[in-house]
Structure formats: C-alpha cells, structure tokens
C-alpha cells in the first residue's frame, strides 16, 4: 500500500512560482511512477507531468512544458514540481499520483492518489 499526501500549495499572483511536494509512504516507492494531475473547478482531472521511477524520464502536458519541472528524490520519498510563470488557468487541485508499472497521462493508469493541494493563480 502506497499513501501520497501533497503540499505547497497556496495563493499567488500571474507570473509567480510555487513549489509542490508529492511524500510518499512505503518501500516500493522507487519503483514508483509518479506524476501530477490538474483539476480546475468544475472541470476534468487533466495530466500535468510524471516521471519514471529513476528520474530518468519525464513527460510534459504542453500546456506547462517550459513553465513546470517535476523531479523525485527517492532517498526522501519525494516528488516535486517546481511552477514557475504561473497563469490564472494554472487555478485548480492538484493530485499526486502514483503507480506501479507504466503510469500514463489518464487518471485511470494510476493506483494510488493524494487528497490534492490547491493552487490559486491571480490575475
């Protein structure tokens, strides 16, 4: 069993940075892949970025590529996602993920969720 829980989430203004943590119990998390989903108010959960287990591989939505960095630590049983130039539409939940074969860029490739951290991007 693998429990996720975010945090860095917070409020900030268009342009700004935040910094998101994924902390993942459990000894499989190396195996891990991980990843980070959107989900803006009333709408779909959206696939933002996951990385293979060894740090080795990354995928990005297009809409945050050259805006958002995900990186892991496995010594610390963390994920990051660094935002930077945030955008008012960058508002929303966002869900930590994780899984233990291939992962992808649906919510359905992945087992084990967090509870979310809310990001507020103001204009």
């Known amino acids: 069993q693998v429990q996720l829980v975010e945090s860095g989430g917070g409020s900030v203004q268009a342009g700004g940075s935040l910094r998101l943590s994924c902390a993942a119990s459990g000894s499989t998390f190396g195996y891990l892949v991980i990843a980070w989903f959107h989900q803006a108010p009333g709408k779909e959960r959206d696939f933002v970025a996951d990385?293979?287990?060894?740090?080795?591989?990354?995928l990005y939505d297009d809409l945050v590529k050259g805006r958002f960095t995900i990186s892991r630590d496995n010594t610390k049983n963390t994920v990051y996602l660094q935002m930077n130039s945030l955008k008012p539409e960058d508002t929303g939940v966002y869900y930590c993920?994780?899984?233990?074969?291939?992962?992808?860029?649906?919510?359905?490739?992945?087992?084990?969720w967090g509870q979310g951290t809310q990001v507020t991007v103001s204009s």
């Open positions: 993920a994780a899984d233990p074969t291939y992962g992808g860029v649906y919510p359905g490739d992945y087992k084990y």
């Open positions: 990385i293979s287990w060894s740090g080795g591989r990354t």
